[in-house]
Nanobody
Framework: QVQLVESGGGLVQPGGSLRLSCAASGRTFSGYAIGWFRQAPGKEREFVATISGSGGMTSYADSVKGRFTISRDNAKKMAYLQMNSLKPEDTALYFC??????WGTGLPRDYDYWGQGTQVTVSS
């Protein structure tokens, strides 16, 4: 069992930065891949980034590649999403999720545990 709690969302101007955090409970955090997803009002949940359990492999959606960076600290049971050069279209509720194979995918249905989300709003 893994419980996830996101934090770090907020209101930021276009071009600004935010760092989202995902705090995990459970003894086998390093065995899970962590994914970040987002959902805007009226839209489906979409993949943002994922990192393998060891942290050695990462993958990004094309829309955030070069602007966002996913990372993790297994000793602290934390995962992060550094978001730079934010755009209004990045506005959404951001979720972190844990996937038990440790490899990570871009599909929400492959993830076993989800946090409650943190709101990111990019607006001037």
């Amino acid at each position: 069992q893994v419980q996830l709690v996101e934090s770090g969302g907020g209101l930021v101007q276009p071009g600004g930065s935010l760092r989202l955090s995902c705090a995990a409970s459970g003894r086998t955090f390093s065995g899970y891949a962590i994914g970040w997803f987002r959902q805007a009002p009226g839209k489906e949940r979409e993949f943002v980034a994922t990192i393998s359990g060891s942290g050695g492999m990462t993958s990004y959606a094309d829309s955030v590649k070069g602007r966002f960076t996913i990372s993790r600290d297994n000793a602290k049971k934390m995962a992060y999403l550094q978001m730079n050069s934010l755009k209004p279209e990045d506005t959404a509720l951001y979720f972190c999720a844990a996937e038990r194979t440790g490899w990570g995918t871009g599909l929400p249905r492959d993830y076993d545990y989800w946090g409650q989300g943190t709101q990111v709003t990019v607006s001037s």
